[in-house]
Nanobody, 121 residues
Framework: QVQLVEAGGGLVQPGGSLRLSCAAS????????MGWYRQAPGKQRELVAT???????RYQDSVKGRFTISRDNAKNTVYLQMNSLMPDDTSVYYC???????????????WGQGTQVTVSS
């Protein structure tokens, strides 16, 4: 019942910037951790960054100092600001959220559909 919709991907030159967004909708009681993952062709999906409802963040070492994850709890939306992009950042980026739909219910994990980020000159 919960859907994650991503936006903001595209083609950018090395050194450029992009800002991704992911909005959750549907039957939502609460959202705990939200995050961004990426998966390039032939590779496994890997963590990029996560953020708690209170704003505590965690980043993959390769993006530290370049990417910033943030969230707007009122809008059920998570963002990923990507600066100083490199060709190795090229991937499909997926948002992720831990969601509960009712009080006392079970937490479950939901993925977005993915948005393509291509870094190339």
């Amino acid at each position: 019942q919960v859907q994650l919709v991503e936006a903001g991907g595209g083609l950018v030159q090395p050194g450029g910037s992009l800002r991704l967004s992911c909005a959750a909708s549907g039957t939502i009681f609460s959202i705990n951790v939200m995050g961004w993952y990426r998966q390039a062709p032939g590779k496994q999906r890997e963590l990029v960054a996560t953020i708690t409802p209170g704003g505590t963040t965690r980043y993959q070492d390769s993006v530290k100092g370049r990417f910033t994850i943030s969230r707007d709890n009122a809008k059920n939306t998570v963002y990923l600001q990507m600066n100083s992009l490199m060709p190795d950042d090229t991937s499909v980026y997926y948002c992720n959220a831990d969601v509960i739909s009712s009080y006392g219910g079970q937490w479950y994990n939901r993925w977005g559909q993915g948005t393509q980020v291509t870094v190339s000159s």
